[in-house]
């Protein structure tokens, strides 16, 4: 039986130096070292021989089985090393090789001026109107009526507002000042709200002009505002958007729904104010319409316009964007030009 097992244990040395790879060595573990393995048959008949016997040969088939175990481990070990040096070399990376260019996405300028403005008016104490208030989609009601914009008024032409097919009078909103009535309606002063959105009129495209716009509206409501408070306000945002080097200048001006109105322009940025083609060679160019709120839409909405007084606000974002970044063409917000959205 010693001899039987000396037989085996160079049998499977053999095996073992004509080994080249790891699943040679699973091989030969499972040949000579598993349960049906070749030790194994042997260790089975142990139980027929005396107990020196057993003693002498179980010791001698434990050290035998014990040696080929750490020879199949290092040669385990050995092939290892090299079957992943081979695989190194040749799936190596060249860290040096230029990377896969991912380009990063950025906030769209006519998004990012509108937070800024927001951000501004909320350090005012004003608070956004919540958007289920500023529907893009309004009735005439809300777009005109309520605003004490008389029904012969040009602003209702079909040339100016885009009417839908939803209903007759339902239109696509021309200005952000709908969502002063929603926020009124039901509310007792005082209010200070600001509401950003969509607008749409039927205009010719041009530098200046699109379809699609954008505003900010403002409005605030309570016992003895004055137009003081209106310039305050207006000045200090301006302020803080243009800093507080750009002239600019209160105009006045006439709207249905404020009495006394003004606009407010900014000195043209592309020509300092001497006159050039983007300000129509006025040196200004207008960003906002304002006034103090007219008493009729006060009791449109029921607030006592002998108990409180407010003023508005509408402002063009495309405008205010233009302006502080020199942009000298509406429709470049519109395009998706990357050249024109990756310098913001
Ligand atoms: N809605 C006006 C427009 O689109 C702008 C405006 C003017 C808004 C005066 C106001 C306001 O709230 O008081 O031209």
């Known amino acids: 039986m010693k001899e039987q097992l000396e037989n085996i244990y160079k049998n499977a040395t053999e095996d073992l130096e004509k080994s080249s790879s790891i699943s040679d060595i699973d091989e030969i573990r499972a040949k000579y070292l598993s349960r049906k393995g070749e030790f194994n048959e042997i260790k089975k008949n142990l139980k027929n021989l005396s107990d020196e016997d057993k003693r002498v040969i179980g010791s001698l088939a434990n050290e035998i089985t014990q040696k080929l175990e750490d020879a199949l481990k290092e040669k385990h070990a050995e092939f290892y090393r090299k079957e992943l040096n081979a695989k190194l070399l040749t799936e190596r990376i060249d860290i040096t090789l230029p990377g896969k260019y991912t380009p990063m996405g950025k906030v769209h300028p006519l998004t990012s001026t509108t937070n800024e403005i927001v951000a501004i008016f909320q350090s005012l104490g004003f ?16 777009n005109f009526d309520a605003l004490n914009v008389p029904k012969d008024h ?18 696509l909103r021309s200005q952000t000042s709908g969502a002063q009535i929603h926020a009124m309606e039901g509310k007792n002063p005082p209010i200070r709200v600001i509401s950003p959105g969509r607008v749409y009129r039927n205009e010719n ?30 000045n200090e945002f301006i302020r803080i958007y243009f800093g507080s080097s750009r002239p600019t200048r209160f105009r006045s001006s006439f709207f249905p729904f404020t009495e006394p109105s003004a606009e407010v322009d900014v000195q043209c940025i592309m020509c300092e104010g001497k006159g050039c083609r983007t300000c129509s060679g006025t040196g200004w160019l207008e960003v906002l319409g304002c006034g103090m709120v007219d008493p009729n839409v006060l009791e449109v909405v029921g607030i006592d316009p002998d108990v409180y007084t407010g003023f508005a606000f509408g402002m063009g974002v495309e405008r205010l964007a233009m302006l502080k970044y020199a942009i000298d063409d509406i429709r470049l917000f519109f395009n998706n030009d990357e050249r024109f959205l990756k310098q913001f």
């Open 154 to 171: 040009p602003a209702r032409d079909v040339q100016d507002t885009f009417y839908t097919e939803i209903a007759k009078n339902v239109v």
């Open 205 to 234: 495209i041009n530098a200046r002009k699109n379809n699609l716009f954008h505003q900010i509206e403002g409005l605030y409501v309570d016992k003895d505002i004055t137009f003081g408070d209106l310039k305050g306000v207006l």
């Open 127 to 142: 608070s956004v109107v919540p958007e289920e208030k500023s529907p893009e989609v309004e009735t005439e009601y809300y």
